[in-house]
């Protein structure tokens, strides 16, 4: 649906946990996976990766919705050097939350805005800190029998029983941890005639 600038606003990904955050802004928006090739490239640093795979979601997306203004984000978690993906199944789960048990772990998301109608593409990355508890075989079974995280990378889903996992979270946008840095985001969408709030300037 278009706003009073007349554009339209959509969400480059097919994460409902991206759709529900885009949400909170009361923003009309719509929804268009990518569907791009999420791996990253032989000797690619983990920031690099997210912030190439967040452009190219974004791009991928604006191509097939002209003049509009697309918001795109990917997610990398890294322990030390390994760059830790999505689980996909309960035993590769385990074997993650046992990795991260007790471990500090870095969080980066990259975010992408690209209005289409004046070509401006906006980046920004925000990174979040997040040490892990100390967890046992029982704890980790009792979580991934609740929540199935399967489709999250790290196997800790923040926005539900997974933030029982953590024991501290460092950021200034906890949002990114989701996988939408909505602080970050307001400001981006400002720059692209989107505003959550009305100015704050007198009128």
Same mark, same amino acid.
């Given at each position: ?56 979601? +974004? &791009? %991928? *997306?604006?191509? #097939? ?7 795109? @984000? ?52 925000? +990174? &979040? %800190? *997040?040490?892990? #508890? ?7 079974? @009792? ?61």
């Amino acid at each position: 649906m278009p706003n009073s600038t007349g554009f339209a606003l959509v969400l480059a990904s097919g994460s409902v946990y991206r759709a529900q955050l885009l949400a909170r802004l009361h923003l009309a928006f719509e929804v268009d996976a990518p569907n791009i090739v999420e791996t990253p490239y032989p000797g690619e640093a983990p920031l690099a990766t997210a912030q190439r795979l967040a452009r190219e979601k +974004t &791009v %991928a *997306v604006a191509r #097939r919705h002209e003049n509009a203004v697309v918001v795109g @984000s990917d997610q990398v978690v890294v322990l030390g050097d390994l760059q830790i993906g999505k689980p996909g199944d309960h035993a590769n789960a385990v074997r993650q939350l046992r990795m991260l048990s007790g471990e500090r772990v870095l969080f980066h998301t990259a975010l992408c805005v690209l209005d289409g109608k004046k070509g401006l593409l906006q980046e920004e990355t925000v +990174t &979040v %800190a *997040v040490q892990f #508890r100390a967890l046992s075989e029982r704890q980790i079974e @009792s979580y991934l029998a609740i929540e199935k995280p399967y489709d999250c990378a790290g196997s800790a889903k923040a926005e539900g029983l997974g933030i029982a996992l953590l024991e501290s979270v460092h950021s200034t946008d906890p949002t990114a941890l989701v996988g939408l840095p909505l602080i970050t985001l307001v400001s981006m969408l400002e720059r692209a005639g989107y505003a959550a709030l009305p100015s704050t300037r007198d009128e």
